[in-house]
C-alpha cells in the first residue's frame, strides 16, 4: 500500500515519471533529463518508491524511468502512484508519455535484434501489441504525450528540454540547424529563414562535393554580394530576441535556415551565425539534419541541385 506523510507547506520538488512502450524513446528522455541536472533514478522496483519519495528530500528535480521492465510493475501500482503524487503538497509531479507507431517500434526492434520485455518467446510484434493495451490507463493519465514516431534521437532531445529545463534562471537552450527544403522543415522551429537566394556552391564542380563546413564553401556563400547585409540583420534581430525571450522565460529558442539540399549554403549559415553567437557569450548547438541523414545510412532523394 503506497502511504506519503502529510502535505506540508514548502516548496515542491519536481517529479516527472517517464513512462510509455519500450522503444518509444523513454532512455533518450531519461538521458536528456539527466544532462538538464534532473536526479535520474531508472527501472526502481515501484513498491519501493514511495519510501524513496519520503526520504528523498527537497533538492534536484527527480525523473524516474518506469516501464513494463520495472520489478513489480502494475498498471494498478502505477495508477496509485499517480494520484498519491498528485495529492501530495510537497511534489509538483507530471506523466510524460514518450509514444509511438507500432509499426515503427516494429521496426526498432528488428534493427536491434532484442527480444520485447512482453513477448521473450514470441515475435515483437505481439509483445508491441500486448503493451499498448496495457498501457492505456497510463496513455489517459499522461500530463505530456511525446509523439516519437517521426522524431529523429535530437528532435527528441530538443522536445524534452522545451518541457523540461529546470528553473526560473535557467539558461536558455539555443539549437541553430541546416535543413533541405525537398525534404520538409523541421519540428518545433521559432525562427527560419530561406536560404535558396544566395549564390549555390552546388555548380561549382570543385565544391560539390564539399559542404558549409569547408572554408571554400563558406568563402563561396559570402562573397555573395547580398550576403553580408542578410547575416547582419539575421544577427541583429537574433541579439536582440534572446534577451527578451529568457526574461519571458523562454527555455529553448530553435533557429533553422534552409536550402535545397542542406549541404552547402543552409549549412555556411549555420555555422557562421553560431559562432557569432558565441563571441557574444550565448551557448549554442548546432545540428545539420541531412548532413546527419548522409552519415547514418539513411535513404536520400535523389535531386538535380542538392545544395
Known sequence: MIDF??????????????????????????????????????????????????????????????????????????????????????????????????????????????????????TAQEGIAREQDLLVPIHARADIIIETTDMSPHELRDEIERWFSVGQHASMAISVQSFSYKRGMPRGLDMVFDVRFLANPYWDISLRGLNGQDEAVQKYVMNDARYEAFFQKILELTLLLLPAYREEGKRHLSIAFGCTGGQHRSVALVENLSKALAKHDWQVSIRHREMERRQSGAPQVASRAEA
Open 5 to 122: 506523510d502529510e502535505p506540508q507547506a514548502s516548496d515542491q520538488r519536481r517529479v516527472v515519471l517517464v513512462t510509455g512502450p519500450s522503444g518509444a524513446g523513454r532512455s533518450t528522455a531519461i538521458n536528456v533529463l539527466e544532462d538538464l541536472d534532473y536526479e535520474v533514478i531508472d527501472n526502481i522496483p515501484l513498491s519501493i518508491l514511495p519510501k524513496l519519495l519520503e526520504v528523498s528530500g527537497k533538492g534536484r528535480p527527480l525523473a524516474l524511468g518506469l516501464d513494463v521492465r520495472n520489478r513489480d510493475f502494475s498498471i494498478n501500482a502505477l495508477i496509485e502512484l499517480i494520484d498519491k503524487l498528485a495529492l501530495n503538497a510537497d511534489f509538483n509531479a507530471s506523466v510524460l508519455y514518450l509514444d509511438c507507431a507500432a509499426d515503427v517500434l516494429s521496426r526498432r526492434y528488428s534493427e536491434t535484434r532484442r527480444r520485447h520485455p512482453l513477448a521473450p518467446a514470441e
